[in-house]
């Protein structure tokens, strides 16, 4: 490390370390007035910098992760993950392929399973898909049943990978918690400090 300093500075420096300079340090004068000090390199300086660019670099993934997450998805992709669900559950697809039909499905509530009891007093869902299919979906209670299962295993499949995701993190936490011990041994081994 080289740092200048005119006299002026080198005095207020000597002032601040009470007025002593290791043998290590060693005083070089480049101009009339002005000092160069050349100090010794810590030996650790090599592991601080690695560990400062691996926690650089874990807390620009986290970041971008944390960002892509707050991205909601838009309406188009949405509709294309209920549409899967709502065929795989057996709802009935009713395209609207005539210009009354069109404009008639923008009128209706997008991507929302609704129902309404039909003549004979049975219950049917429904729900508009002005984005990606540009349909109407049809279905009974058991086809609802269905699409309320799948829509309940992906949730469930959402929140495991969520924690799946804590969890890791939380290691490789533990993991840089424990490359930090003194004398290069982890918590627990050693001379039983800890």
């Not at 070089?28 to 690695?50: C, Q, W, Y």
């Not at 209920?82 to 923008?106: R, Y």
């Not at 349909?135 to 949730?155: E, I, S, T, V």
Request: net charge positive.
């Amino acid at each position: 490390m080289r740092a200048r300093h005119t006299s002026q500075n080198f005095q207020v420096t000597l002032a601040r370390c009470g007025g002593r300079i290791s043998r290590e340090v060693r005083a070089e004068a480049d101009a009339p007035g002005e000092f160069v000090f050349t100090l010794p390199r810590n030996p650790n300086s090599k592991v601080r910098a690695r560990w400062l660019r691996f926690s650089g670099v874990a807390l620009l993934a986290v970041l971008g992760s944390a960002c892509a997450s707050l991205n909601p998805p838009t309406p188009e992709q949405k509709a294309e993950k209920i549409d899967g669900m709502l065929a795989a559950a057996g709802f009935k697809e009713l395209p609207a392929d005539t210009p009354a039909k069109q404009q008639s499905l923008k009128a209706l509530p997008p991507l929302k399973v609704k129902y309404y009891d039909n003549k004979e007093g049975q219950r049917q869902y429904w729900m508009a898909d002005p984005y990606a299919c540009k349909c109407l979906y049809l279905g009974d209670d058991a086809a609802y049943g269905r699409y309320w299962n799948f829509k309940l295993q992906q949730q469930i499949a959402h929140e495991q990978e969520q924690a799946a995701r804590e969890n890791l993190e939380m290691q490789q936490d533990m993991q840089m918690d424990m490359g930090m011990a003194p004398w290069g041994f982890s918590p627990g081994v050693g001379f039983g400090i800890w």
